[in-house]
Structure formats: structure tokens, C-alpha cells
């Protein structure tokens, strides 16, 4: 029996990662339990107001997020605080899958564009990896706010 799978964040600041993250995989911050989000509604603000109505103290209310598929495929990715920063290399990285189906100058241009969007919205560009056929249709290894490794492919 196969089994549902969390990816989970250490972050410094769960807020602004999920921010990065939802618009990097068009994932979408799910609302507080029971509230009804009018069209157009920030979850995040939502968020907010539901714990201030809990009385959760303001220091305690960026301590974790999380996004979700919208269309209920791709795994929740959750985002918890911790008081240490990144020190190493990630053991292990998720590969945004940006240009599937594409090969050669075709793919790496997509994957170009793409890493384009994503240093707008405060990623990292670190390498690219050209093709090798057959093994190999190339990719771009970037980090993302925090630091965390990822490959466009």
C-alpha cells in the first residue's frame, strides 16, 4: 500500500518561504479551518485574524505555513521555524519539473526562462548542466530565499 507523502521546510521565516515556493510550484496556502475564503482573499492575512482570535501571541504566528496543489495531485509542503540556519549542502532537493517533454535548446530555454521568474522572486542561480545524450536532457541547479538547493529540469 503505497502512502501520501508531507515535504517539509526548516525555514527562518515559514511565511515568506511559502510565499516563494507557492508561486514557484503554483501551489496555493490553504485557509484556516472553517473559514471561507472570499475569491481573491490573502490565506495569509486569514491566517492572521483566525490566530488572533485564538489569542496566539504575534511571536508565535510566522512559527509555520503551508501550500498546497490546487488540483490536489502534488504533495502539501509544509514549512516549520527552527532557530539554527542552513549550514550544508541538502541531502536532499526537489526537482521542479519546468520543461517536461522538451529536449535540446528548446528545453534549456524554457528552463532559462523559468529560472528568470524565479531570481525575481528571490531564488538563486547556481549552475547549469548541459545535455548529454542519452543519459542526460540537462537542468539548472538554483536555491531558493532560504538557501536550499533545488534544479529546474
Not at 514557484?24 to 486569514?46: K, N, R, T
Request: aromatic share 8%.
Amino acid at each position: 500500500m503505497s502512502r501520501q507523502v508531507q515535504i517539509t521546510f526548516d525555514a527562518a521565516d515559514p511565511a515568506a518561504l511559502s510565499r516563494f515556493w507557492a508561486e514557484a510550484l503554483g501551489y496555493v496556502h490553504p485557509g484556516p479551518p472553517g473559514v471561507e475564503l472570499p475569491e481573491g482573499s490573502d490565506p495569509l492575512a486569514a491566517w492572521d485574524e483566525f490566530l488572533d482570535r485564538l489569542g496566539v501571541p504575534e511571536e508565535e504566528r510566522n512559527s509555520r505555513s503551508a501550500i498546497e496543489d490546487p488540483a490536489g495531485h502534488g504533495p502539501r509542503v509544509f514549512f516549520q521555524r527552527v532557530p539554527e540556519g542552513k549550514a550544508t549542502k541538502n541531502r536532499v532537493h526537489l526537482d521542479v519539473r519546468a520543461a517536461p517533454g522538451l529536449e535540446g535548446d528548446e528545453r534549456m530555454a524554457a528552463l532559462e526562462a523559468e529560472a528568470t521568474r524565479l531570481v525575481t522572486l528571490g531564488a538563486k542561480r547556481l549552475q547549469r548542466f548541459e545535455p548529454e545524450p542519452p543519459m542526460s536532457n540537462g537542468w539548472l541547479v538554483m536555491t531558493d530565499p532560504e538557501g536550499n538547493e533545488f534544479c529546474l529540469d
